[in-house]
């Protein structure tokens, strides 16, 4: 009896694991269209879409639709897109559930570009929430803020979400840390000459 109570309880933790599995990857994909679509709105200036996919506490946190608008359009203009650029791509890196229908995630943005004729990549992140179910999503973008204030422009934030501090890449440099470490790797080993052992004195007899 202990045999099949224990195999029952085995079976139903499995199911319960994979469904958990399915859902988790059917937030995902959602919130990556969604992201997708923000991400694009912004690129091609399509301010209406964009503000429609931003969360409505950001667009409070700046004195309404108005005033989020300004402020999104003042840093695209001093951050401008190159003619050579494409939008930005996206990954979802963390995705958390309160139990309820509540989800919320944390998207990876990188923007590939030139600053001072060095192609660099810049990482940054947006904090995605959705409130039925993981079915529609809209976006705080920490770009545009900094990481210690997302609290104050969503307080309802799990606490638990970590985000990452956005970062930038140069290419030159990247390639010279992996040519100095294949370098390190490849050096001969020096080898330490073994000394000779010093002769016993002599006894006298």
């Not at 997708?36 to 409505?56: C, G, I």
């Not at 897109?81 to 930005?88: A, G």
């Not at 139990?99 to 600053?115: M, N, P, Y």
Request: glycine share 4%; proline share 4%.
């Amino acid at each position: 009896m202990k045999a099949l109570k224990l195999f029952v309880a085995l079976v139903l933790s499995v199911a319960f694991f994979s469904t958990q599995a399915q859902d988790t990857a059917r937030q995902t994909e959602k919130a990556l269209f969604y992201a997708d679509s923000l991400v694009r709105s912004a690129f091609y200036q399509d301010w209406k879409s964009f503000l429609a996919l931003s969360n409505q506490s950001a667009i409070k946190y700046y004195g309404g639709a108005d005033g989020y608008k300004d402020h999104v359009i003042t840093l695209y203009f001093h951050y401008e897109p190159t003619m050579e650029e494409k939008p930005q791509t996206v990954r979802v890196i963390r995705m958390m559930n309160n139990g309820t229908d509540e989800w919320q995630c944390v998207l990876e943005k990188v923007r590939s570009t030139f600053i001072e004729n060095r192609k660099a990549r810049i990482y940054s992140y947006l904090v995605g929430q959705s409130k039925d179910d993981g079915e529609n999503w809209k976006f705080v973008d920490i770009s545009q803020n900094s990481v210690k204030n997302v609290i104050y422009i969503l307080p309802d934030i799990f606490s638990t979400l970590a985000i990452p501090d956005g970062k930038t890449i140069y290419e030159d440099d990247e390639l010279a840390a992996v040519q100095a470490a294949a370098a390190v790797a490849e050096a001969p080993k020096k080898t330490v000459p073994k000394k000779r052992p010093v002769p016993a004195a002599k006894k006298r007899k």
